[in-house]
């Protein structure tokens, strides 16, 4: 169907700009693999699992310390993430081993194959070995590269999540407050991961067992800004929006059985 032709389209063109970085050093290399250039969004649901794995049969057959072989396999973790969460903690378990084997002087690929293998300790439910992960990354990130860096600080915006996951939510809070002026200074006040910030804050004011009505109305307040801005930018149908709509009209339900 048209939907098969127009996925084939994006493998071939993430083919073509993996060839141009390879022989001539330009344009977006790996990126067109999990990102749309036309938009500026990154691909979910049945695309990305379907470039995943288009992907790492691309490259599966190159010498373990490929790097594209390398970064096919902890793309395809990443967008088995929420189809086959088993399957991906797996693969992202053997991309951090291979890491561990052969990039073990680069930290950074070492925090990013931690932070992928978090992010299904996340979806699985197992938020204690999710949180100690993103405690050790964001605390790399702090000293390697300062509290103002933007992996910094989207490592932060993981962290947060986990704790309320974990339902530690006036740490939540704390840090959230903390965290959130410095985003809106580096990245600006509508960047994802700035919305991100706000919306954890919410999640943490609103699971607070300390919580009054003025708490919920900042709730509501920080969600109404969410959800615009995640409709203006992504548009009604996307996850993130889509997410932040039900969070909405979960604390209004709230709010109107306080009146």
């Given amino acids: 169907g048209a939907g098969l032709a127009h996925v084939a389209c994006l493998v071939r063109q993430a083919e073509m700009s993996v060839k141009e970085w390879d022989e001539q050093d330009t344009g977006h290399g790996m990126a067109k693999w999990h990102t749309c250039f036309d938009c500026g969004q990154d691909f979910h649901g049945a695309v990305i699992h379907a470039l995943g794995w288009a992907c790492w049969k691309t490259y599966l057959g190159r010498a373990e310390s490929d790097i594209y072989r390398y970064a096919a396999m902890g793309g395809l973790g990443g967008a088995l993430r929420l189809e086959d969460p088993e399957e991906a903690l797996l693969v992202l378990e053997a991309h951090l081993a291979l890491t561990r084997r052969h990039w073990s002087h680069g930290e950074e690929c070492i ?27 964001y ?17 932060g915006s993981n962290m947060l999540v986990t704790l309320n996951d974990r339902g530690l939510s006036e740490e939540a809070k704390v840090f959230a407050r903390d965290q959130l002026p410095v985003a809106r200074r580096t990245l600006g006040s509508d960047h994802h991961c700035t ?15 300390n919580r009054a009505r003025d708490d919920l109305l900042e709730v509501e307040t920080i969600l109404q800004h969410v959800f615009q801005r995640r409709r203006q930018v992504f548009g009604p149908a996307h996850p993130a929006t889509l997410h932040a709509e039900k969070k909405l009209s979960s604390i209004r339900a709230v709010l109107a059985r306080c009146t």
């Fill in 139 to 155: 605390s790399r990130r702090v000293a390697t590269l300062g509290v103002s860096n933007e992996s910094t600080i989207i490592s």
């Fill in 195 to 209: 919305l991100n910030i706000n919306l954890s804050l919410a999640v943490a004011l609103g699971n607070s067992p």
């Fill in 111 to 137: 925090l990013t194959s931690q932070h992928n293998l978090a992010a299904i300790f996340t979806v699985l439910k197992r938020h204690d070995e999710a949180l100690v992960l993103h405690r050790e990354i």
